[in-house]
């Protein structure tokens, strides 16, 4: 939203906004007033190619795992991921890891246990249907990579009910 207030704000026409990703038409974009107003809101405009594939790699798996329908999460992420930026896998996972010190599976797993934790304090499904609706192969896997992640069992995590859960984007 308050990109959203910039754009219009600063008279440009939003054709279409969504998570790390702004489209403006507009001939009389200023870049530099863009780039100042954005660092002002804590956002900052990528202009480099690589670090543009980065965001849309993390903006895709957020999508995935936080936002996307049950059949998205049993597709391949790496074909989801190369079906949506069309460059090669491999060349996705080398550009992430350098920059990003983390793979893109690791990436995948930190959001995964993000939505657990998520699940888990709405209290509305139990582990066996967060471990489904997640694409877990058991509610034992789920445990043990969360476990693994927090230091904390998905039930000792419930009982304390920590809510000072990281921001997607911090991941």
Request: charged share 30%; glycine share 2%; net charge positive.
């Amino acid at each position: 939203m308050a990109v959203k207030d910039l754009i219009k704000k600063l008279n440009y026409t939003l054709v279409d906004i969504k998570l790390g990703e702004a489209i403006v038409k507009t001939d009389n974009l200023d870049f530099n007033l863009f780039r100042s107003e954005l660092k002002t809101l804590g956002f900052e405009l990528l202009e480099d190619k690589k670090l543009q594939v980065i965001d849309k790699i993390k903006t895709l798996i957020i999508d995935y795992i936080h936002y996307s329908e049950d059949q998205l999460k049993k597709r391949n992420l790496s074909d989801y991921l190369v079906e949506n930026i069309g460059k090669d896998y491999n060349y996705l996972s080398s550009l992430f890891s350098g920059f990003e010190n983390i793979t893109i599976e690791k990436y995948l797993i930190k959001q995964k246990i993000e939505k657990v934790k998520e699940l888990i304090v709405y209290d509305e499904l139990n582990l066996n249907e967060i471990a489904l609706k997640l694409n877990y192969s058991s509610s034992a896997h789920l445990s043990s990579q969360f476990k693994n992640e927090t230091g904390l069992t998905p039930s000792k995590f419930k009982k304390i009910q920590n809510k000072n859960r990281k921001s997607l984007t911090d991941i």
